[in-house]
T-cell receptor, first 114, second 116 residues
Framework: AQSVTQLDSQVPVFEEAPVELRCNYS??????LFWYVQYPNQGLQLLLKYLSGSTLVESINGFEAEFNKSQTSFHLRKPSVHISDTAEYFC????????????FGPGTRLSVLP | DTGVSQDPRHKITKRGQNVTFRCDPISEHNRLYWYRQTLGQGPEFLTY????????KSRLLSDRFSAERPKGSFSTLEIQRTEQGDSAMYLCASSLGGPVSTDTQYFGPGTRLTVL
């Protein structure tokens, strides 16, 4: 069974500052990793995912995440945040071989302050 | 808009009543998922359909819960004899197909259930 930890439940940051949202996972098998974002009053949207290949993956709006197998982490970063990035961010993991059961972390609420 | 839709968006009911939620997936999507999300937690997987076949059910899905997808299009989730612990956001997602573990899921806005 997999589990996901997001240690920071809330992260306040000023506009144009860098941010890192932490995600650690636990699994006895190989996994795929995902970040989903939920903007206020909207459904969850896929932000980026790691399946294989390069351990650094990027989204279209400037976020990136790096898969670190030795540290079982998949932290999300952005060098300069905007007010519009204010949202809840969820890290998720799924088993590579039996993957319909997505396991989500508890989420991190990112608040970007002017 | 051709995204995943859910109805109703909010439902308030008294303990012991039955409730039914509907999910309409993106039209060409073969897979449909139900999740439950409580305050301060991420979504928890409940069940999933491949077309009309229900292929997996979580242990979270007690006997009071039943889900159907009769024609492989929309799905319903029914909760019988609701309890206060059923209060949560119920999320539906759909996906196109291909290898399940890499298949991008598109989520609806959710149905918020409050059991008094």
């Amino acid at each position: 069974a997999q589990s996901v930890t997001q240690l920071d439940s809330q992260v306040p940051v000023f506009e144009e500052a860098p941010v890192e949202l932490r995600c650690n996972y636990s699994s006895s098998v190989s996994v795929y990793l995902f970040w989903y974002v939920q903007y206020p009053n909207q459904g969850l949207q896929l932000l980026l995912k790691y399946l294989s290949g390069s351990t650094l993956v990027e989204s279209i709006n400037g976020f990136e995440a790096e898969f670190n197998k030795s540290q079982t982490s998949f932290h999300l970063r952005k060098p300069s945040v905007h007010i519009s990035d204010t949202a809840e961010y969820f890290c998720a993991v799924t088993d590579r071989d039996y993957g319909q059961n997505f396991v989500f972390g508890p989420g991190t609420r990112l608040s970007v302050l002017p | 808009d051709t995204g995943v839709s859910q109805d109703p968006r909010h439902k308030i009911t008294k303990r012991g009543q039955n409730v039914t939620f509907r999910c309409d997936p993106i039209s060409e999507h073969n897979r449909l998922y139900w999740y439950r999300q409580t305050l301060g937690q991420g979504p928890e997987f409940l069940t999933y359909f491949q077309n009309e076949a229900q292929l997996e059910k979580s242990r979270l899905l007690s006997d009071r819960f039943s889900a159907e997808r009769p024609k492989g299009s929309f799905s319903t989730l029914e909760i019988q004899r609701t309890e206060q612990g059923d209060s949560a956001m119920y999320l539906c997602a759909s996906s196109l197909g291909g290898p399940v573990s890499t298949d991008t899921q598109y989520f609806g806005p959710g149905t918020r259930l409050t059991v008094l």
